[in-house]
């Protein structure tokens, strides 16, 4: 399974990205999949979740409100919209991926087996 983020970039301070996340390799309906961002200096964490069906997000609480997590199993992809960014939003977004034969959303790392190489998002004051 490969996974390839896109979609990053800079923006001002109350702008809007989506991020994209393409699977490739197999079927993406079959995978649970999540967001993770990594800011400068700091670890990564958990940004948000999906189900295999897209019928379950999860969110941290941080970005609540804020980011919507959606997929398109039909096109093997899944989306993160992100809007009013503040510059504490600035990070290196990762995407994750983990088979899963039920509709479960997972919120840690050591949860998934496999990672997009990630792409940047700055947000400027």
């Known amino acids: 399974v490969q996974l390839q983020a896109c979609g990053g970039g800079l923006v001002q301070a109350g702008g809007s990205l989506t991020l994209s996340c393409a699977v490739s390799?197999?079927?993406?309906?079959?995978?649970?999949m999540g967001w993770f961002r990594q800011a400068p200096g700091k670890e990564r964490e958990f940004v948000a979740g999906i189900s295999r069906s897209g019928s379950r997000t999860n969110y941290a609480e941080s970005v609540k409100g804020q980011f919507a997590i959606s997929r398109d199993n039909a096109k093997n992809t899944v989306y993160l919209q992100m809007r009013s960014l503040k510059p504490e939003d600035t990070a290196v977004y990762f995407c994750?991926?983990?088979?899963?034969?039920?509709?479960?959303?997972?919120?840690?790392?050591?949860?998934?087996?496999?990672w997009g190489q990630g792409t940047k998002v700055t947000v400027s004051s």
């Open positions: 994750a991926a983990d088979h899963r034969v039920t509709n479960v959303v997972l919120r840690y790392q050591d949860e998934y087996d496999f």
């Open positions: 390799g197999r079927t993406g309906g079959d995978y649970a």
